[in-house]
């Protein structure tokens, strides 16, 4: 690996203990010994791309998603039986052969045919999708190392607990924290809930409603002051939603999974007669994006119940409900930040200012309609 001081090409044996031997300093995270396989040269790379060049700030769960991809398109199933099954089965029939000895023979067929086993397995995506660290894992296994070494996080990577988010009131103070330095924030793996209920009597001036479930991502966007900007009360749940005292549109923004789905036809009963909005990336449009990259979790598989609920809405094929009944999913953490920041940004825009008699009426005489030039994103090539 290069080290990130000195970018001098260590072996393994020049960098024990995480330490150069050449320009004595440490280091956060080696390859050999991370299981993301990861180093530091590659966290500061990654995180530059996903802060757009220090331009917006993340939250640690995009960070973890985006050093995750690499291996969610790979299968490490039985990746260390699989070379040793076909040269064990390769050894013993050199053995049987010169020792004639038929009976080593069937050894080494069943090891070929374990060996092919894995292969086929592997084939038909055995082990693909699951990612090697957990989202809940990664502040310990990967921020911890880089802040005992550098004092804090990497550049752009914010601590969701400093940010309040119940309302849109709260949302107000995000602007001025995002220019705080980021590495000085607590680890995240210890902190607060930072997306906690919304203050229903904090929330009278809202506009709308945004609901999302996925506390890292309302971080997110309370940073970068989105709901303060469109009056959204941020909430994460459809009780939440309909206790808040307004009648304004309601956005509804999820993962593209079995859950996420079934959370806007919650919303939409929660609340009858309101405009609900479902800003969640639709399933069909990202499944057929070559850069998105889906995992799943065994543990959040839908039971039955909600399959024949997903079935009877008629809008998914076949295909698509056993995709979702396997625990597939593609994340809002997944989504290149500047891009889920302009999507959300424009519905949000567009919904308030057609609630809003007065935004209406100034968007009709042209104000507020400036034609912005969409610029290319950065990481949404990864």
Same mark, same amino acid.
């Given at each position: 690996?290069?080290?990130? #001081?000195? @970018?001098?090409? %260590? =072996?393994?044996? @020049? !960098?024990?203990?995480?330490?150069?031997?050449?320009?004595?300093?440490?280091?956060?995270?080696?390859?050999?010994?991370?299981? %993301?396989?990861?180093?530091?040269? !590659? /966290?500061?790379?990654?995180?530059?791309?996903?802060?757009?060049?220090?331009?917006?700030?993340?939250?640690?769960?995009? =960070?973890?998603?985006?050093?995750?991809?690499?291996?969610?398109?790979?299968?490490?199933? +039985?990746?260390?039986? %699989?070379?040793?099954?076909?040269?064990?089965?390769?050894?013993?029939?050199?053995?049987?052969?010169?020792? @004639?000895?038929?009976?080593?023979?069937?050894?080494?067929?069943?090891? =070929?045919?374990?060996?092919?086993?894995?292969?086929?397995?592997?084939?038909?995506?055995?082990?693909?999708?699951?990612?090697?660290v957990v989202r809940e894992g990664f502040p310990a296994l990967v921020l911890s190392p880089w802040r005992s070494v550098y004092g804090g996080l990497p550049p752009g990577v914010l601590d969701p607990s400093a940010y309040g988010t119940g309302t849109a009131g709260a949302a107000g103070s995000a602007n001025s924290a995002r220019s705080a330095d980021p590495a000085g924030a607590a680890d995240p793996a210890g902190a607060a809930d930072p997306a906690g209920a919304a203050d229903p009597a904090g929330a009278e001036g809202a506009t709308g409603v945004l609901v999302c479930p996925d506390r890292a991502?309302?971080?997110?966007?309370?940073?970068?002051? =989105?709901?303060?900007? #469109?009056?959204?009360? /941020?909430?994460?749940?459809?009780? @939440?939603?309909?206790?808040?005292?307004?009648? +304004?549109?309601?956005?509804?923004?999820?993962?593209?999974?079995?859950?996420?789905?079934?959370?806007?036809?919650?919303?939409?009963?929660?609340?009858?007669?309101?405009t609900v909005v479902d800003v969640g990336p639709p399933l069909r449009t990202v499944r057929s994006l070559p850069q998105a990259v889906p995992y799943r979790d065994p543990r959040r598989r839908p039971g039955p119940a909600d399959l024949r609920i997903l079935t009877a809405l008629g809008t998914y094929t076949p295909e698509e409900l056993k995709w979702l009944g396997q625990g597939w999913r593609f994340p809002l953490v997944g989504l290149p930040p500047a891009r889920l920041l302009a999507v959300v940004d424009r519905v949000a825009g567009q919904v308030s200012h057609g609630a809003d008699p007065d935004r209406r009426r100034a968007a009709n005489l042209g104000f507020l309609t400036w034609p912005e030039a969409a610029g290319p994103d950065p990481v949404g090539g990864r």
């Open positions: 690996m290069i080290c990130p #001081h000195c @970018e001098r090409n %260590l =072996l393994r044996k @020049e !960098r024990t203990g995480n330490r150069c031997t050449h320009c004595k300093r440490s280091y956060a995270l080696d390859p050999k010994t991370n299981p %993301l396989r990861l180093n530091d040269l !590659r /966290v500061r790379r990654i995180t530059t791309a996903l802060t757009d060049g220090g331009r917006i700030a993340i939250v640690p769960d995009q =960070l973890w998603y985006a050093l995750s991809r690499k291996r969610l398109r790979d299968s490490d199933f +039985g990746q260390g039986c %699989l070379g040793g099954a076909f040269a064990g089965a390769g050894f013993v029939t050199v053995v049987a052969l010169f020792a @004639e000895a038929p009976a080593l023979l069937i050894a080494s067929g069943a090891l =070929l045919l374990i060996g092919l086993g894995i292969s086929v397995a592997r084939v038909m995506g055995a082990g693909k999708g699951i990612p090697p991502v309302v971080a997110f966007l309370v940073a970068d002051g =989105l709901p303060a900007r #469109h009056g959204l009360a /941020v909430v994460r749940s459809p009780a @939440e939603a309909a206790a808040v005292p307004s009648k +304004g549109p309601v956005l509804v923004l999820h993962d593209t999974d079995a859950d996420g789905e079934l959370l806007v036809r919650g919303v939409r009963e929660a609340l009858p007669g309101r």
